[in-house]
């Protein structure tokens, strides 16, 4: 059975951020995706990124499914396992020693605005402790600057989120920064991404 899911944001959006990673991503290893959704995300990277392994993951069965399926149909099965049931806030993470030994980044895109604010807490909280020193978090999505949007159709966006959710919205970058922190990485870098989204990069330095 086919059960891919579309989401049209991913189509748009799969090649500037393939872009970014182009400039970060080593030639091995492995990337855990958290929160992978469609899985669109994940078999456009494991096609333009060959030489590493993309593991994506997902709490939503439905989201697992879909990943599957696309996996499927680009026929990466032999190169792309199977997605991890990973909710982030249900810790420690079912993480395979052999993704372990070879983790380079942690990336989750357009999650943390879609889930309440202790997911992006213990996004960087298992992260800081699955990650080595000198590796990647990286996050993907539209943010606020100094607690004010950095355009009108994020603040309807947030808006828009907060009716169907009140636990979620766009979170602040020096809030997701002071995560960062503490769980010890650093804000390497900030890329303006088209559609007032931005890429935002940390490394891991303790
Ligand atoms: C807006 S979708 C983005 C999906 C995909 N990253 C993309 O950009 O197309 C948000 C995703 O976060 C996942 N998610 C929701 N709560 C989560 C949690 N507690 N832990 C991990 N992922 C979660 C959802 O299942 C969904 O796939």
């Given at each position: 059975m ?38 669109e ?19 939503v ?15 990466l099965?032999?190169?792309?396992p ?38 992006t807490?213990?996004?960087?909280k ?9 590796k ?39 809030e ?10 650093q804000?390497?870098?900030l890329?303006k ?14």
């Amino acid at each position: 059975m086919d059960h891919r899911l579309f989401f049209s944001a991913t189509q748009r959006n799969k090649i500037y951020i393939g872009d970014v990673l182009s400039k970060i991503l080593l030639k091995k290893g492995s990337v855990l995706e958290i929160g992978s959704g469609s899985g669109e995300h994940g078999v456009e990277f494991q096609k333009r990124f060959p030489e590493i392994i993309w593991q994506t993951s997902d709490p939503v069965s439905e989201h697992r499914k879909s990943i599957i399926s696309w996996i499927d149909h680009e026929k990466l099965n032999i190169k792309m396992p199977k997605p991890l049931v990973i909710d982030v806030t249900k810790i420690p993470w079912p993480i395979p020693s052999k993704l372990l030994d070879t983790l380079q980044v942690i990336i989750s895109i357009n999650m943390v605005h879609i889930t309440p604010w202790e997911c992006t807490e213990a996004l960087f909280k298992e992260s800081g402790k699955l990650l080595n020193c000198g590796k990647f978090l990286i996050l993907y999505g539209p943010f606020k600057i100094e607690n004010k949007h950095i355009s009108v159709s994020n603040e309807l966006f947030d808006k828009s989120l907060k009716i169907e959710n009140k636990d979620w919205g766009l979170r602040n970058l020096e809030e997701v920064n002071k995560e960062a922190i503490i769980n010890g990485f650093q804000q390497k870098q900030l890329i303006k991404m088209p559609a007032n989204n931005l890429t935002l990069i940390y490394q891991k330095v303790t």
